[in-house]
């Protein structure tokens, strides 16, 4: 629920011609894309995004920063690009990332080479824990999503002797206005004007602003106590979400809404406006979650007033290292709604396990 819908900048249909360029910059988008995706040891695929936003965050932040000992936990590193063959991309990231810096003017006073930009890609190879500052970083979080042209976000966090203090979503595909049950998944599909930035600090509640600029606005999760009218998230990709699972426990709650399917955590920064009212997340058996892909988000849902807990209800510990130690899954909600989506959750599970 966006609290003050008096804000008509927010509701504006965006002008033809920006809509024009919009789509005429995800023309551009697609096109470099294709030549530019690789895909890493895990199958995953990774871009010249990814290594080029990795590279930027980290350098303007220890530029930013110079007095604090900087530990940064990021995605990427520079291992597949330092190979041989990975000397046309390392070029191709240096020139966007130099583009990219351009456009900032403090950044400007000297172009960086391809080893300052290798360099600060590996800034981000902290490991986390329970002592000291860390921040946390996904560069490109959903590079499917990003790829297909749909939701994708950066995420950026800081861990303060383990906890989360600080968390900034940018979700640039992200309608400004509403994006649940009623509208397309497709940013394509939206005439809303679109880019989201969403940040939170510990006790401070969260705020979410357009990506050009707007003056931010406070948001909350939202109120419904009733299941029958709340709409839930879960993963675009049956790969990273078991999607019977989630059916299973909405049904079981009395959801009535069919599941809205988002990439990345753009999830956590709609269900922070009150887009959705709840979020389930139960990736295939083996898989480790990891702290960029929760932290930013976490904060963003917390300070707006919503629970995230693993499955069986536990906090999550950003303290562990690069993992998460979890039991199952990752839900969301509201006060509210939290203990009946516990007891949907446990009762699901068991039903699932005991029909294997
Ligand atoms: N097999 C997988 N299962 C669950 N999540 C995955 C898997 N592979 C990658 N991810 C990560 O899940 C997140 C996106 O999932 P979703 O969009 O479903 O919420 C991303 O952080 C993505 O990483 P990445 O940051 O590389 O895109
Ligand atoms: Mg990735
Ligand atoms: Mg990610
Ligand atoms: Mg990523």
Same mark, same amino acid.
Request: aromatic share 6%; charged share 25%; glycine share 8%.
């Given at each position: 629920?966006?609290?003050?819908?008096?804000?008509?900048?927010?509701?504006?249909?965006?002008?033809?011609?920006? *809509?024009?360029? %919009?789509?005429?910059?995800? &023309?551009?988008?697609?096109?470099?894309?294709? !030549?530019?995706? #690789? !895909?890493?040891?895990?199958?995953?695929?990774?871009?010249?995004?990814?290594?080029?936003?990795?590279?930027?965050?980290?350098?303007?932040?220890?530029?930013?920063?110079?007095?604090?000992?900087?530990?940064?936990?990021?995605?990427?590193?520079?291992?597949?690009?330092?190979?041989?063959?990975?000397?046309?991309?390392?070029?191709?990231?240096?020139?966007?990332?130099?583009?990219?810096?351009?456009?900032?003017?403090?950044?400007?006073?000297?172009?960086? +080479?391809?080893?300052?930009?290798?360099?600060?890609?590996?800034?981000?190879?902290?490991?986390?824990?329970?002592?000291? *500052? #860390?921040?946390?970083?996904?560069?490109?979080?959903?590079?499917?999503?990003?790829?297909?042209?749909?939701?994708?976000?950066?995420?950026?966090?800081? @861990?303060?002797?383990?906890?989360?203090?600080?968390?900034?979503?940018?979700?640039? =595909?992200?309608?400004?206005?509403?994006?649940?049950? =009623?509208?397309?998944?497709?940013?394509?599909?939206?005439?809303?004007?679109?880019?989201?930035?969403?940040?939170? &600090?510990?006790?401070?509640?969260?705020? $979410?602003?357009?990506?050009?600029?707007?003056?931010?606005?406070?948001?909350?999760?939202?109120?419904?106590?009733?299941?029958?009218?709340?709409?839930?998230?879960?993963?675009?990709?049956?790969?990273?979400?078991?999607?019977?699972? +989630?059916?299973?426990?909405?049904? &079981?709650?009395?959801?009535?809404?069919?599941?809205?399917?988002?990439?990345?955590?753009? &999830?956590?920064?709609?269900? !922070? *406006?009150?887009?959705?009212?709840?979020? @389930? %997340?139960?990736? #295939?058996?083996?898989?480790?979650?990891?702290?960029?892909?929760?932290?930013?988000?976490?904060?963003?849902?917390?300070?707006?007033?919503?629970?995230?807990?693993?499955?069986?209800? =536990?906090?999550?510990?950003?303290?562990?290292?690069?993992?998460?130690? @979890?039991?199952?899954?990752?839900?969301?909600? =509201?006060?509210?709604? $939290?203990?009946?989506?516990?007891?949907?959750?446990?009762?699901?599970?068991?039903?699932?396990? +005991?029909?294997?």
């Amino acid at each position: 629920m966006v609290s003050n819908v008096s804000d008509k900048s927010y509701v504006d249909e965006e002008p033809l011609t920006e *809509r024009k360029t %919009r789509e005429e910059k995800k &023309k551009v988008q697609k096109a470099l894309l294709q !030549s530019d995706v #690789h !895909s890493k040891s895990d199958k995953s695929p990774v871009t010249v995004a990814d290594y080029g936003s990795q590279a930027i965050v980290s350098y303007v932040l220890e530029k930013e920063l110079p007095t604090e000992s900087f530990l940064l936990v990021a995605e990427e590193d520079s291992g597949d690009l330092r190979k041989e063959n990975g000397q046309e991309t390392v070029q191709r990231i240096t020139e966007l990332v130099n583009d990219t810096l351009v456009v900032e003017e403090c950044y400007t006073a000297a172009a960086l +080479s391809t080893e300052d930009v290798l360099r600060a890609i590996d800034s981000g190879k902290s490991e986390g824990g329970s002592s000291g *500052r #860390h921040w946390v970083l996904d560069p490109i979080d959903g590079t499917k999503g990003f790829l297909r042209g749909d939701q994708y976000a950066i995420a950026l966090a800081l @861990l303060d002797e383990g906890k989360v203090v600080l968390g900034v979503l940018a979700c640039p =595909n992200l309608p400004l206005t509403s994006f649940g049950a =009623n509208k397309q998944h497709s940013s394509e599909s939206s005439n809303d004007k679109i880019g989201c930035l969403f940040f939170a &600090k510990v006790g401070e509640g969260t705020y $979410m602003q357009s990506l050009d600029g707007s003056s931010p606005i406070k948001v909350h999760i939202s109120a419904i106590e009733n299941p029958e009218e709340a709409s839930f998230f879960e993963s675009f990709e049956a790969a990273h979400s078991l999607h019977d699972l +989630s059916s299973a426990i909405a049904k &079981k709650l009395g959801v009535k809404a069919p599941p809205v399917r988002i990439d990345s955590q753009a &999830k956590y920064g709609a269900l !922070s *406006r009150g887009d959705g009212a709840i979020y @389930l %997340r139960f990736p #295939h058996k083996g898989y480790r979650e990891k702290i960029w892909d929760h932290a930013a988000g976490s904060i963003v849902v917390t300070e707006a007033g919503g629970v995230v807990t693993d499955a069986a209800g =536990n906090p999550l510990d950003f303290s562990k290292g690069k993992y998460l130690d @979890l039991d199952t899954g990752i839900i969301v909600t =509201n006060q509210k709604l $939290m203990p009946s989506l516990l007891k949907a959750v446990r009762e699901s599970i068991q039903e699932k396990v +005991s029909s294997l």
